[in-house]
């Protein structure tokens, strides 16, 4: 994959590098150069003195639709398109009228409760000076590009947990209450949520983001002695533009005997959901009514790896299928839950020739999914190999490695972990935290 930009300054110090393929060629253009181009261009469409005369308004509609790298190699081109990241009226503009991109944000991780990537500068050591930088690898499932974002703002012993509406949400590793933040990786905005009431371990954290409010739940992994957790209780944190809030006022009890999948909640049409195991079933939590319920898994006697996912407002259970005793193959399966609540239909397998080569990279260690808008990523544990299914289009394809990721230099057991991610240069609704007028408190790493 060539890559077809240098890396480019954020606000904030964040950086962004991009990589793709497609697009021949590795030169780069500025404004000027690319002016002139085009009035050196025989094709009266393109004659300097019509597009020299455009209204700002449809320069700034055009530029709105942009995707975020081409947006902000934009803005070298004048001092007017670098203010715009400023400019409340062109962002007004950006919130209504910019198209909606489904991404997934990747992250590179050892093992399954330390979700973080980071670089150490100066050789490793014990120092506790050493400052990581936490990398996300961002993927464009459209053009089959990667870019890199450099998170330096996020305190050491935090790690992502979920996302929602352009933001990040990351949890501080340290059993006990949780401290929580939320981030734009884009703009390097950085927010932070009040620390939860109960200790916890390793909670189920999910997130969901609208241009005018903040939900979050956490659950489980309640902390009942120094050396002991169980599933027991739930709380959750609200937020919106009406001025109401719940600073994780509201508990609830989980479902006896449930076992959940640590740092594992999807949210779908105002609910969140994760898996619970032996036996396999799946838990739904109503933020609203503050009340849990359980559906049951389809086979679930010969499900493995189950994971769910949101994809297009529905949401999705994707496992692969082993029936020893029976004579049917082994599969990997998609279903949908219907529209009642309580019953699966099964939408799509992936062609057996494709999940040859799957179980074969597979070997049995276990995948994560991860689904946003149309597509939804399978990530096989313990590798950087990720498969794409298309739903519109019905296709599968092995996504191409990211080039950022050195394959020789890379730690034994690293894998990489997935966000559904919709990028945004703009986030008001993390204005709202601010009314709660919190004290950022430091953190030792």
Known sequence: MDGFNIPITMPMSYSFTTSGSGGGGSSSSTGSAAI?????????????RIWSKLPQRLIDRVIAFLPPPSFFRARAVCKRWYGLLFSSSFLEL?????????????????????????NRA?????????????EGYLFDPDSISWYRLSFSLIPPG?????????????????AGPKSLFLSNPLVGSLSQLPP??????????????????????????DLISPYAVKNLTTESFHIDSGGFYSLWGTTSSLPRLCSLESGRMVHVQGRFYCMNYS????????????SWWKIQAPMRRFLRSPNLVESKGRLILVATVEKSKLNVPKSLRIWG?????????????????????????????????????EFIAVMIR???????FDTYRKTWQWIPPCPFLGGEGEEEGSELHGFAYEPRIATPVTTLLDQLTLPFQPFNG
């Not at 209504?96 to 979700?115: A, E, G, N, T």
């Not at 100066?122 to 936490?134: F, H, I, P």
């Not at 371990?201 to 992994?221: E, N, R």
């Not at 992936?350 to 995948?367: D, K, W």
Request: with cysteine; proline share 5%.
């Open 122 to 134: 100066g050789g490793g050591g014990s120092g506790g000076s050493d400052r990581a930088n936490c």
């Open 158 to 174: 935090f790690s992502p947990v979920s996302s929602s509406g352009g933001l990040i949400c990351w949890v501080s590793d340290d």
């Open 36 to 48: 002139t181009n085009i009035n050196n261009n025989n094709n009266p469409w393109m004659d300097s």
């Open 382 to 388: 313990g590798s950087d190999k990720v498969v794409l």
């Open 196 to 221: 939860t009431l109960r200790p916890r371990l390793f909670p189920s954290i999910g997130l969901s983001v609208t241009p005018s409010s903040i939900d979050v739940a956490v659950a489980g992994d």
């Open 94 to 118: 950006y919130l209504q009228i910019s198209p909606r991109r489904h991404w997934f944000l990747f992250f590179k991780h050892k093992s399954l409760k330390s979700c973080i990537y980071r």
């Open 279 to 290: 036996p396999f079933s799946v838990l739904g939590y109503d933020i609203t009514s503050n």
């Open 337 to 373: 839950l219907q529209a009642c609540g309580t019953t699966w239909v099964e939408i799509e397998r992936m062609p057996q020739q494709l999940y040859h080569q799957f179980s074969e990279v597979e070997g049995n260690h276990g995948f994560d999914c991860v689904g946003n808008g």
